[in-house]
């Protein structure tokens, strides 16, 4: 059974940096094909992909947000880090983790809501 | 403002069929690039609905069902159910900006 757990803090301040781990289960990032990708939802809004990490480190970003984001990888302790710099209020919004196969987000963590306020 | 475009709300009777569009462009959907649905309930996390344009994951009912033509895709759901309103979403890759994963604006099913 697969299972992902999004983790990091609930509030941050403007300007700072976001750092949010995907603890996850019952698969392995080294298997081809598989990656974990990130997907953040503001309140009462779409959903909007942020960044994927494939089981070869390929990792792709949100155009719009790639010069603020990192992703990486620890297989042996199964866990996908993000980071996200310069937050901003607008950054507000519950924070997903989701194995993906290929292109298919296809098993989602429950979401970790983070706020960013002064 | 989304790249895939869907219709902000439906809504149908128990026992009727709706339909959710979703339209993109030649750098997306009609580029031959598959389509993913997720069905979002209340307060939950988004679930996979349709891979691959019109293949269901285990444990989701036939009545959901999907299908895609040029630019565009659509899923459909026969014999509305009260459990079935929730918010929906379409999915698929953009070759733009060296290539990237898009959502549409999603929509939301309000069974009457």
């Known amino acids: 059974q697969i299972t992902l757990k999004e983790s990091g803090p609930t509030l941050v301040k403007p300007t700072q940096t976001l750092t949010l781990t995907c603890t996850f289960s019952g698969f392995s990032l080294s298997t081809s094909g598989v990656g974990v990708g990130w997907i953040r939802q503001p309140p009462g809004k779409a959903l909007e992909w942020l960044a994927l990490i494939y089981w070869d480190d390929d990792k792709r970003y949100s155009p719009s947000l790639k010069s603020r984001l990192t992703i990486t990888k620890d297989t042996s302790k199964n866990q996908v880090v993000l980071t996200m710099t310069n937050m901003d209020p607008v950054d507000t919004a519950t924070y997903y983790c989701?194995?993906?196969?290929?292109?298919?987000?296809?098993?989602w963590g429950q979401g970790t809501m983070v706020t960013v306020s002064s | 403002q989304s790249v895939l475009t869907q219709p902000p709300s439906v809504s149908g009777a128990p026992g009727q069929r709706v339909t959710i569009s979703c339209t993109g462009s030649s750098s997306n959907i009609g580029a031959g690039y598959d389509v993913h649905w997720y069905q979002q309930l209340p307060g939950t996390a988004p679930k996979l609905l349709i891979y691959g344009n019109s293949n269901r994951p285990s444990g989701v009912p036939d009545r959901f069902s999907g299908s895609k033509s040029g630019t565009s895709a659509s899923l459909a759901i026969t014999g509305l159910q009260a459990e079935d309103e929730a918010d929906y979403y379409c999915?698929?890759?953009?070759?733009?900006?060296?290539?990237?994963?898009?959502f549409g604006g999603g929509t939301k099913l309000t069974v009457l």
């Open positions: 999915q698929s890759y953009d070759s733009s900006l060296s290539g990237h994963w898009v």
């Open positions: 989701a194995h993906a196969y290929y292109a298919i987000f296809d098993i």
